[in-house]
């Protein structure tokens, strides 16, 4: 399962991550105050989606060894092309 851990100091409140996540059950939301929150971690599929478009790089995601096996099959453009 991966571990998202969102940095408050660094989040700009631009709302990009949880609009960008594809997870078939919600993982992040924004709360009222604009922030955002992890709101169920065993939904993530691991695709780096919200953390790979934050413009402050304050998401970081510790990805499981089998996921990312998982979504990578050796093709670097059609891995590129599953993440985005
Ligand atoms: S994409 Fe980054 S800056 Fe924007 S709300 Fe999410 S964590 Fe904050
Ligand atoms: S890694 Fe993908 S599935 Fe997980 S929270 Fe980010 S965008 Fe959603």
Excluded: H, K
């Amino acid at each position: 399962m991966a571990r998202i851990r969102i940095d408050p100091g660094r989040c700009r409140r631009c709302g990009a991550c949880a609009s960008t996540c594809i997870a078939p059950r919600r993982v992040l939301e924004i709360g009222e105050d604009g922030e955002p929150r992890v709101v169920d971690e065993s939904a993530c599929i691991e695709c780096l989606r919200c953390a790979l478009i934050c413009p402050s790089e304050a998401i970081d995601i510790e990805v499981s060894q089998l996921s990312m096996t998982a979504l990578y099959d050796g093709d670097a453009a059609r891995f590129l092309e599953r993440l985005f």
